[in-house]
């Protein structure tokens, strides 16, 4: 296993058009974040899942947005009815335990809405 | 007050110069702090992490952390042109489900030869 997986690289989607993004994280973690990030910006947290469950949401996370991670492994990230703010870098991330480790993050998918 | 604060930069440092870079934070419970690096256009990049008070060195990157004053810093010594990059500081806020890390906002360092 060499890392987290995100996919795709990158997304052009036109307004009003759903995307679903993918992550696969490194396997013996079970621990899974997202985070968005924009220009100039640190990312910021969106959902948090351990094992299969999705145990913190940001309130940035409209409702159009949801997140899944089926049997605690890949992990889907969908937005509905794409806007032109939701353009950014969404990265994924994955973490071994608590709080002493640091995460791992993915390449992070580009999405760019038109 | 931001959860954890940077300075955005950018910070210009000479080929071979000290790149000092500083972080606040306001959990006081936090006991384990991070800094990633971040290419433009590349995701982050862990590249040190430290859990108590003092210093520690890694290569040419040394973490210092006072919790009293709820500050963590990061120096780069002999700063190489292959060092420009954006600098994010991160803790995990513990009352928070899974600790999730809270990062700054960077800061972008340049490194002119």
């Known amino acids: 296993d060499t890392g987290v997986s995100q996919d795709p690289r990158h997304k052009i989607t036109k307004r009003g058009q759903n995307v679903t993004f993918r992550c696969d994280p490194i396997?013996?973690?079970?621990?899974l974040y997202w985070y968005r990030q924009t220009l100039g910006q640190g990312p910021e947290f969106l959902t948090y899942?351990?094992?299969?469950?999705?145990?913190?949401k940001s309130r940035l996370l409209s409702d159009r947005f949801s997140a899944e991670r089926p049997k605690g492994s890949f992990s889907t990230l969908e937005i509905q009815r794409t806007e032109q703010g939701d353009s950014a870098m969404y990265l994924c991330?994955?973490?071994?335990?608590?709080?002493?480790?640091?995460?791992?993050f993915g390449s992070g998918t580009r999405l760019t809405v038109v | 007050q931001k959860e954890v604060e940077q300075n955005s930069g950018p910070l210009s440092v000479p080929e071979g110069a000290i790149a000092s870079l500083n972080c606040t934070y306001s959990?006081?419970?936090?006991?384990?702090f991070f800094w990633y690096r971040q290419y433009s256009g590349k995701s982050p990049e862990l590249i040190m992490s430290?859990?108590?008070?003092g210093d520690k060195e890694d290569g040419r990157f040394t973490a210092q952390l006072n919790k009293a004053s709820q500050y963590v810093s990061l120096l780069i010594r002999d700063s190489q042109p292959s060092d420009s990059a954006t600098y994010l500081c991160?803790?995990?806020?513990?009352?928070?489900?899974?600790?999730?890390?809270?990062f700054g906002g960077g800061t972008r360092v340049l490194v002119k030869p």
């Open positions: 899942f351990q094992n299969e469950a999705q145990l913190e």
């Open positions: 959990d006081r419970v936090s006991q384990s």
């Open positions: 396997s013996e973690h079970n621990r």
């Open positions: 991330a994955s973490r071994e335990g608590g709080e002493a480790y640091g995460y791992t």
């Open positions: 991160a803790a995990p806020m513990i009352k928070a489900a899974g600790n999730k890390l809270t």
């Open positions: 430290i859990y108590s008070n």
